[in-house]
Structures are given as structure tokens and as C-alpha cells.
């Protein structure tokens, strides 16, 4: 097994994204998704271009790769949409051209024209809000389609063919999603996703083999600080609906803003509980506990 096949250990902040794509098998198929004429293509053609996350600690979803030497592909995959993705392609394609530029040991400055891959970037959008654009380009979207020294331009992929590697990473994740809607961030969820995915034989084989490191993936989820924070406000306003309600019920002003606090208080203690019975770790209940109680103060 060559060193470009081997799977790559698993970051701490990888999504289920990344760690699909750390195996060069995938990654074949992710290319033949994208360029359906290249039948041609082994895994000893790719080779993994880690990519630093110079933009944030948070959840790393995006993917390099560099195709027999010729072509590097960027691809990062999105449940919120923003045009700001080309701004992060661009620092990323500048980052991986600055490290094939020292491991070749290139001379910027010689007279002699540099060969270098040729770039391609991709975005894969998994949310719901309906996006109609098939590419987006930094001149359009900053400089009002304005020529300047610089342009960027990014391809949008919100469905593919059924069947093909990127409309089953699609599929699992609106799966994912309806799921967390019905059962919460539980692990009913999960295990509902992936019994669900083998039965319609969506990423079926990857799920069989990477069951536990999904699981592991999943709950690392929420050890991230800003998803914590943000499930807490999602408790607070579901508790402060109910406490609404039972504050009109006591009638008075002050039996009002009691209730609103109440229900608020309620809601939280509830998404903690909830993360117990998750299994997640001790810090990760201690941080939730942490800004419960400055909610509370």
C-alpha cells in the first residue's frame, strides 16, 4: 500500500465529511462524480493535499486532493450558505500552491515558466435554502462582475446523479437533519441515520466499517463551544415559550416575567439532562453547567 493510500488519522475536529474523504477510494469516486469522463482514474493518481485550517478551530469540512500531479481540487461542503466560501478557497488554493511550490522546490523567481496543477474549486451545499447559482466568482459577488487583478470562481453543487458518492453524502445528511428535528442532538439520532443509510444503501460500506468513529464524530460535536452556546439558546427559547404561556396564565406582570424565567431555567436544565443521557464527557457537561449558571445569575 502506498503512503497516498493510506487512510489518514482522524482529527478530533473532523466531520463525517472529511473523514468519508480520508480514504483515496472515496476520493475516486468524488472525482468521477465531478468529471464523469475520467473512468480512467486509480488511487494511485491522488494523493491528499492536508489542508492547515487557517480560518477557525472549529469543524474542518473541506477536502483537498491533487488528481496524477496535474490537477488540484478544493472542495468543502456546507450546510449554510455563503458567498464567503470563495473567500475561504481562495486562502486555501494560495496555502496549497505555497506548499507544492516548496515540496517541488520551484523557483518563483527564475525566468523559467513554472508547470503547476491547474485549480479546480467546488462547494457541496446540504441545507435547505434554495440556491439557484451553478458557480459563484469573486468578481461578481465583491466587485459588482467589475475586471480586477484577481478572480476566483467556485462551483455549486447542490444535487448529482442518484447513486454517485455526492448525492449520497447528500442524502445522508438531510437524513441526518430530519432526524435531529424529530429526536433532537440525541443519540436516537444517529443511530437512526445510520440504520436508516444501510437500509437504503447510502454510504452503506463507509458506515459498516467507521459505525463507532461516526458515533465519535457526531458527539464531538458537541464539545465545540458555539455549538453549546447555541443549544442553549435553542433551550432558553423553547423554554421561554412555555413560560410565556404560563406566565399569561398567572395574569400579573411579575407572574409574567417569573414564568418566562422559569420556563427559560426548565429548558436548560432539560438540554443538559439531555446531554447525560448522551454519554458525553464530564467537561463537556461541566461547560454546559458553566453557562447555565451565569444564565442563571
Known amino acids: 500500500m502506498t503512503d497516498n493510500k493510506k487512510i489518514v488519522k482522524r482529527n478530533v475536529k473532523d466531520s463525517v465529511f472529511t473523514s468519508l474523504f480520508q480514504d ?13 469522463e475520467a473512468d480512467y482514474v486509480t488511487e494511485d493518481m491522488i494523493e491528499i493535499v492536508t489542508l492547515k485550517n487557517i480560518l477557525t478551530d472549529s469543524l474542518y469540512n473541506d477536502l483537498g486532493f491533487m488528481m496524477d500531479k496535474r490537477l488540484i481540487v478544493l472542495v468543502e461542503a456546507q450546510s449554510t450558505w455563503t458567498v464567503n466560501i470563495i473567500i475561504r478557497g481562495l486562502m486555501y488554493l494560495v496555502q496549497t500552491y505555497q506548499d507544492y511550490i516548496e515540496k517541488e522546490e520551484l523557483n518563483i523567481y527564475s525566468s523559467r515558466k513554472l508547470e503547476i496543477p491547474k485549480p479546480e474549486l467546488y462547494v457541496i451545499y446540504t441545507g435547505d435554502k434554495k440556491v439557484e447559482e451553478k458557480e459563484i466568482s469573486l468578481s461578481e ?6 475586471k480586477t487583478a484577481l478572480d476566483v470562481r467556485v462551483k ?3 444535487e448529482s446523479r442518484e447513486g454517485d458518492i455526492i448525492n449520497q453524502y447528500v442524502m445522508f445528511t438531510h437524513i441526518l437533519n430530519d432526524r435531529v428535528k424529530e429526536y433532537g442532538r440525541t443519540k436516537k439520532a444517529i443511530d437512526e441515520t445510520i440504520k436508516i443509510c444501510k437500509d437504503r444503501n ?13 458515533h465519535d464524530i457526531m458527539f464531538s460535536l458537541y464539545d465545540d463551544e458555539q ?9 432558553r427559547k423553547e423554554g421561554r415559550m412555555e413560560g410565556i404561556k404560563e406566565g399569561e396564565m398567572r395574569g400579573e406582570m411579575r407572574g409574567r416575567m417569573e414564568g418566562i424565567k422559569e420556563g427559560e431555567m426548565r429548558g436548560i436544565d432539560a438540554m443538559i439532562a ?3 443521557n448522551m454519554g458525553v464527557s464530564e467537561e463537556v457537561l461541566r ?6 449558571q451565569s444564565q442563571r445569575s
Not at 459577488?141 to 467589475?146: A, C, L, P, T
Not at 461547560?287 to 447555565?292: G, K, L, V, W
Open 202 to 214: 447510502i454510504l452503506k460500506e463507509y458506515l459498516s466499517i467507521h459505525e463507532s468513529e461516526v
Open 24 to 36: 483515496t477510494k472515496y476520493i475516486v469516486e468524488l472525482y468521477k462524480a465531478l468529471h464523469p
Open 141 to 146: 459577488e465583491y466587485f459588482g462582475g467589475d
Open 287 to 292: 461547560n454546559a453547567a458553566n453557562m447555565s
Open 156 to 158: 455549486v453543487i447542490t
Open 274 to 276: 439531555n446531554l447525560r
Open 227 to 235: 455549538i453549546q452556546k447555541a443549544m442553549m439558546r435553542d433551550a
